[in-house]
């Protein structure tokens, strides 16, 4: 069956024909996906990983959510306004919106859905500073802030740990205790822990009207697949092997080496997830000998991040001294620019003798359930042994090596990554460079304060940006955090997979079909 | 024998009491946290900390232990604390995968192991039985892991006539389940196949000696009636206690295989379990792995008594 996506705005209509090629968009087929890691809950407001939004953003929806470029952009709101110098927020939410069971979604649901995601979900600080979410009409939802949080809308719309839209009666439930219900393109079939998630077409989809085609997690929204399955595999070899044999239709995380063998497989294509995640190494700051800023900074001109990247990413990577992608509204290239990658040994040792540095030991911790994190760890050592700095590395397993680097005992270098934080923006990292839990365990820096409290306070993306270029400037001067780059990945899938389009937020499988 | 079984099995309420105080100490001196885990990667030491308060990971150990064993004597194993499920539910469903492929590389090593270690018992020094050694060596020295991708790629990518992983239970069809487990199965036996087929041709090629054998060959009985109703009697109780052993093992390999091949059963588990520190799920899944391996050796000893009546137990 041939079906052509419509859209109720001639103009939309005709931009739409002229922007794309004639493609047969065909309904029907069932898809099947390998992913290597699974899920622990489909609960709408408690999961938090890429695994997870992989399964549940074709089904789960929420009221703003992120363009191609991860800024905010409404979703099941038609529009949405700030008041009262950002103490008010207003959405007026679209009409006739179902939920998979049938029934249409009003601005009760939105209330009770944004109120169990403050009481439940890992990311519930997003509504720390709201006051009170009202439901003064069937199509509007009014929420007032107790004070200014000018990410307010970053995180609403934020996938890391989506505050999903459900049914009022659901959102009463307790954690995990919910049905999957929600108003995306495909609705719930089943979940099997550890071996699949499926899905299928939901047919009274209502698609955004105000949108031309599909936009990041948004737009205008068009499922094609009768289902779609997707099968936890974990082991990278056997996900290759089921996709050279047909079994299934897309597998995520294509090991380098075999990537090259298949690019000469007619029946297959590969995509660069370009970039994916960033490679990063935390410093601590309150721990002897890295407290000293002039040991921080001769590491800092040591290293040779081509060298390291090299090696962790299988040479599938690109420089980048910033902490968001390029993309990102945010991106600011030249704060810290001069400090990264600088491969100057000279410099370096000039640094080493004039912080008195003696050989004391220096600490680096790491772990071999993230590969990228192992051998990144490897090359720095070495880079920094050569240097003269008395490196002990020390390789723990992934939990271990997390809660040992949360605290400030123990490590002084320890291999990480992120990944939906550069994707997502500057707010992201609000606890994670500034405050109590900083990742460099400062105590206090009045730099980085000013900076901060700026990005705080002014709803202006210009005045932000400027704040966030601040921080990242400071990040590199202070050497609180290395960065090292950013890393790709490689999808695979057969040729007969039309449509897909790489995307740091999900995997999406909407606007998607087999031929 | 009744009075035995008896005693055994108080003695096996002691051996779990063992295992589950020792797993719990040993998870307890593990650092690391299920939060961190859960959190992901790049988590603020903030969110880890909600995560934590929500899942009361703060108790102190005699807390914790008090509070498991309590919920244990009221037949209750806790709440998994990263699958949103009890500890029964998670592992009753993985269970029957893991029984289902233990129990087909229970019958390809069994039958498999015996049929071709009495062969070679028979004509030793042949080609069949250098053939069947060989394979036996092979058996025993290849990494389960390595012979599950190998079989991954011969059948279903090369000749395309298996899948190459999942699961499907049984009440699907019993077609779709012999395909989904009969490599992952192979690969699991194939080292116990080797196993069982050198102590069988070793036991059987001793009996073959004995004078009662000579008899009955003397009275004019074929080969395969001598080997079958008059040696292999003799020769069924170390094969048995080797049968023993490799069903423990078939139940501890599926940790691996049950990865390569994508089986959602308790070996893959407990090992994504163990490496998340999620303590209930590790706890459980040591007590019932533990049950089965008691229950294995009772068996295998009141079979011993059953094959065998020179052996009585008091």
Redesign the interface.
Same mark, same amino acid.
């Given at each position: 069956m041939r079906t052509l996506r419509r859209s109720p705005a001639i103009g939309l209509g005709l931009a739409l024909a002229l922007a794309a090629p004639a493609l047969a968009q065909k309904k029907g087929g069932d898809l099947i996906v390998a992913q290597p890691a699974g899920t622990n809950t489909l609960d709408p407001h408690f999961t938090a990983s890429a695994a997870a939004r992989n399964m549940m953003l074709g089904m789960y929806e929420t009221l703003v959510t992120i363009d191609e470029n991860a800024s905010p952009i409404p979703m099941l709101a038609a529009k949405w306004e700030a008041l009262d110098n950002g103490l008010t927020y207003r959405f007026e939410l679209r009409k006739g919106v179902k939920f998979h069971n049938g029934r249409e979604m009003t601005s009760a649901d939105v209330k009770a859905s944004l109120e169990r995601f403050g009481r439940v979900s890992p990311e519930k600080q997003t509504m720390a500073a709201v006051l009170a979410v009202e439901a003064p009409s069937p199509y509007v939802v009014v929420i007032r802030m107790k004070q200014l949080d000018t990410s307010f809308i970053d995180r609403l719309a934020s996938p890391a740990s989506p505050p999903t839209i459900i049914p009022a009666e659901e959102a009463a439930k307790d954690v995990n205790k919910t049905a999957n219900v929600s108003t995306g393109p495909y609705q719930f079939v089943e979940w099997v822990p550890d071996s699949h998630v499926k899905l299928k077409r939901f047919d009274g989809y209502v698609p955004s009207p105000a949108a031309a085609g599909r936009d990041g997690l948004g737009g205008h929204k068009t499922a094609y697949f009768d289902t779609v399955t997707i099968r936890i595999i974990k082991e990278a070899s056997a996900r290759v092997a089921a996709l050279e044999a047909g079994q299934v239709h897309f597998i995520e995380d294509v090991p380098i080496p075999a990537a090259k063998r298949l690019e000469g497989n007619a029946k297959l294509k590969l995509m660069d997830l370009m970039p994916f995640s960033q490679p990063l190494v935390y410093v601590n700051t309150s721990l002897p000998p890295t407290d000293n800023l002039k040991l921080r900074q001769a590491i800092q001109a040591a290293l040779d991040i081509d060298e390291i990247l090299a090696a962790a990413t299988d040479g599938f990577y690109q420089l980048n001294p910033g902490w968001v992608y390029t993309s990102s509204a945010y991106y600011a290239p030249d704060a810290g620019r001069a400090l990264y990658n600088q491969k100057d040994t000279k410099k370096a040792k000039g640094l080493l003798t004039e912080g008195g540095y003696k050989g004391e030991p220096l600490l680096m911790i790491t772990n071999k359930d993230y590969q990228f994190m192992f051998k990144s760890a490897v090359v720095i050592s070495e880079q920094l042994k050569a240097l003269g700095v008395n490196v002990k590395l020390d390789v723990l397993d992934w939990p271990t090596m997390a809660a040992k680097a949360l605290t400030s005992e123990g490590w002084n270098l320890a291999t990480s990554g992120f990944a939906i934080q550069p994707f997502v923006g500057p707010y992201s990292y609000l606890k994670l460079f500034w405050g109590p839990a900083h990742v460099g365990r400062v105590a206090s820096d009045p730099g980085l304060d000013q900076a901060w409290t700026r990005f705080n306070s002014s709803l202006k993306q210009s005045e932000r940006k400027e704040a966030w270029t601040q921080i990242q400037q400071r990040m590199a001067d202070q050497v609180y955090i290395l960065k090292l780059g950013d890393q790709g990945a490689k999808l695979g899938m057969t040729r007969s997979l039309v449509g897909f389009k790489p995307y740091q937020g999900a995997h999406r499988f909407w606007d998607v079909w087999l031929e | 024998m009744g009075r035995y079984i008896a005693r055994r099995l108080l003695a096996t309420v002691l051996v779990l009491l063992l295992v589950t105080l020792i797993s719990f100490s040993i998870m307890h001196m593990?650092?690391?946290?299920?939060a961190?885990?859960?959190?992901?990667?790049?988590?603020?030491? =903030?969110?880890?900390q909600?995560?934590r308060e929500q899942f009361g990971l703060g108790a102190p150990f005699l807390v914790r232990l008090g509070h498991w064993y309590a919920g244990l004597l009221r037949g209750d194993l806790g709440q998994s604390i990263? %699958?949103?499920?009890s500890v029964a539910q998670?592992i009753g469903?993985?269970l029957p995968a893991t029984l289902s492929l233990a129990s087909l590389a229970f019958v390809l090593t069994a039958g498999l192991g015996i049929a071709l270690g009495t062969v070679a018992a028979i004509r030793p020094n042949t080609w069949v039985d250098h053939a069947v050694m060989s394979l036996a060596v092979v058996g025993v020295s290849v990494p389960g892991f390595w012979l599950?991708?190998i079989l991954?790629?011969l059948f279903?990518?090369v000749v =395309?006539w298996l899948?190459?992983?999942?699961?499907v239970p049984l009440a699907q069809g019993a077609g779709a389940w012999f395909r989904a487990l009969v490599l992952p199965a192979a690969s699991l036996a194939l080292l116990q196949v080797g196993l069982l087929a050198r102590i069988t041709r070793s036991t059987v090629a001793e009996t073959l000696q004995e004078d009662y054998v000579r008899t009955a060959r003397a009275k004019g009985l074929s080969t395969w009636v001598v080997v079958g109703r008059h040696a292999f009697g003799n020769a069924t109780i170390p094969v048995m206690t080797v049968l023993g052993i490799s069903t423990s093992l078939l139940l501890s390999g599926s940790v691996v295989v049950e990865?390569?091949?994508?089986i959602?059963g308790l070996g893959? %588990?407990m090992a994504?379990a163990i %490496?998340?520190?999620d303590y209930p799920v590790i706890q459980g899944g040591l007590l019932v792995t533990a049950l089965l391996f008691v229950v294995i050796n009772l068996a295998v000893d009141v079979l011993y008594a059953w094959l065998d009546p020179r052996i009585r137990y008091e």
């Amino acid at each position: 069956m041939r079906t052509l996506r419509r859209s109720p705005a001639i103009g939309l209509g005709l931009a739409l024909a002229l922007a794309a090629p004639a493609l047969a968009q065909k309904k029907g087929g069932d898809l099947i996906v390998a992913q290597p890691a699974g899920t622990n809950t489909l609960d709408p407001h408690f999961t938090a990983s890429a695994a997870a939004r992989n399964m549940m953003l074709g089904m789960y929806e929420t009221l703003v959510t992120i363009d191609e470029n991860a800024s905010p952009i409404p979703m099941l709101a038609a529009k949405w306004e700030a008041l009262d110098n950002g103490l008010t927020y207003r959405f007026e939410l679209r009409k006739g919106v179902k939920f998979h069971n049938g029934r249409e979604m009003t601005s009760a649901d939105v209330k009770a859905s944004l109120e169990r995601f403050g009481r439940v979900s890992p990311e519930k600080q997003t509504m720390a500073a709201v006051l009170a979410v009202e439901a003064p009409s069937p199509y509007v939802v009014v929420i007032r802030m107790k004070q200014l949080d000018t990410s307010f809308i970053d995180r609403l719309a934020s996938p890391a740990s989506p505050p999903t839209i459900i049914p009022a009666e659901e959102a009463a439930k307790d954690v995990n205790k919910t049905a999957n219900v929600s108003t995306g393109p495909y609705q719930f079939v089943e979940w099997v822990p550890d071996s699949h998630v499926k899905l299928k077409r939901f047919d009274g989809y209502v698609p955004s009207p105000a949108a031309a085609g599909r936009d990041g997690l948004g737009g205008h929204k068009t499922a094609y697949f009768d289902t779609v399955t997707i099968r936890i595999i974990k082991e990278a070899s056997a996900r290759v092997a089921a996709l050279e044999a047909g079994q299934v239709h897309f597998i995520e995380d294509v090991p380098i080496p075999a990537a090259k063998r298949l690019e000469g497989n007619a029946k297959l294509k590969l995509m660069d997830l370009m970039p994916f995640s960033q490679p990063l190494v935390y410093v601590n700051t309150s721990l002897p000998p890295t407290d000293n800023l002039k040991l921080r900074q001769a590491i800092q001109a040591a290293l040779d991040i081509d060298e390291i990247l090299a090696a962790a990413t299988d040479g599938f990577y690109q420089l980048n001294p910033g902490w968001v992608y390029t993309s990102s509204a945010y991106y600011a290239p030249d704060a810290g620019r001069a400090l990264y990658n600088q491969k100057d040994t000279k410099k370096a040792k000039g640094l080493l003798t004039e912080g008195g540095y003696k050989g004391e030991p220096l600490l680096m911790i790491t772990n071999k359930d993230y590969q990228f994190m192992f051998k990144s760890a490897v090359v720095i050592s070495e880079q920094l042994k050569a240097l003269g700095v008395n490196v002990k590395l020390d390789v723990l397993d992934w939990p271990t090596m997390a809660a040992k680097a949360l605290t400030s005992e123990g490590w002084n270098l320890a291999t990480s990554g992120f990944a939906i934080q550069p994707f997502v923006g500057p707010y992201s990292y609000l606890k994670l460079f500034w405050g109590p839990a900083h990742v460099g365990r400062v105590a206090s820096d009045p730099g980085l304060d000013q900076a901060w409290t700026r990005f705080n306070s002014s709803l202006k993306q210009s005045e932000r940006k400027e704040a966030w270029t601040q921080i990242q400037q400071r990040m590199a001067d202070q050497v609180y955090i290395l960065k090292l780059g950013d890393q790709g990945a490689k999808l695979g899938m057969t040729r007969s997979l039309v449509g897909f389009k790489p995307y740091q937020g999900a995997h999406r499988f909407w606007d998607v079909w087999l031929e | 024998m009744g009075r035995y079984i008896a005693r055994r099995l108080l003695a096996t309420v002691l051996v779990l009491l063992l295992v589950t105080l020792i797993s719990f100490s040993i998870m307890h001196m593990v650092p690391g946290d299920p939060a961190v885990v859960m959190a992901g990667v790049g988590a603020s030491a =903030d969110q880890v900390q909600r995560i934590r308060e929500q899942f009361g990971l703060g108790a102190p150990f005699l807390v914790r232990l008090g509070h498991w064993y309590a919920g244990l004597l009221r037949g209750d194993l806790g709440q998994s604390i990263l %699958l949103g499920r009890s500890v029964a539910q998670a592992i009753g469903e993985r269970l029957p995968a893991t029984l289902s492929l233990a129990s087909l590389a229970f019958v390809l090593t069994a039958g498999l192991g015996i049929a071709l270690g009495t062969v070679a018992a028979i004509r030793p020094n042949t080609w069949v039985d250098h053939a069947v050694m060989s394979l036996a060596v092979v058996g025993v020295s290849v990494p389960g892991f390595w012979l599950g991708l190998i079989l991954i790629i011969l059948f279903s990518v090369v000749v =395309d006539w298996l899948p190459a992983g999942g699961y499907v239970p049984l009440a699907q069809g019993a077609g779709a389940w012999f395909r989904a487990l009969v490599l992952p199965a192979a690969s699991l036996a194939l080292l116990q196949v080797g196993l069982l087929a050198r102590i069988t041709r070793s036991t059987v090629a001793e009996t073959l000696q004995e004078d009662y054998v000579r008899t009955a060959r003397a009275k004019g009985l074929s080969t395969w009636v001598v080997v079958g109703r008059h040696a292999f009697g003799n020769a069924t109780i170390p094969v048995m206690t080797v049968l023993g052993i490799s069903t423990s093992l078939l139940l501890s390999g599926s940790v691996v295989v049950e990865t390569v091949f994508s089986i959602p059963g308790l070996g893959r %588990l407990m090992a994504t379990a163990i %490496l998340a520190r999620d303590y209930p799920v590790i706890q459980g899944g040591l007590l019932v792995t533990a049950l089965l391996f008691v229950v294995i050796n009772l068996a295998v000893d009141v079979l011993y008594a059953w094959l065998d009546p020179r052996i009585r137990y008091e």
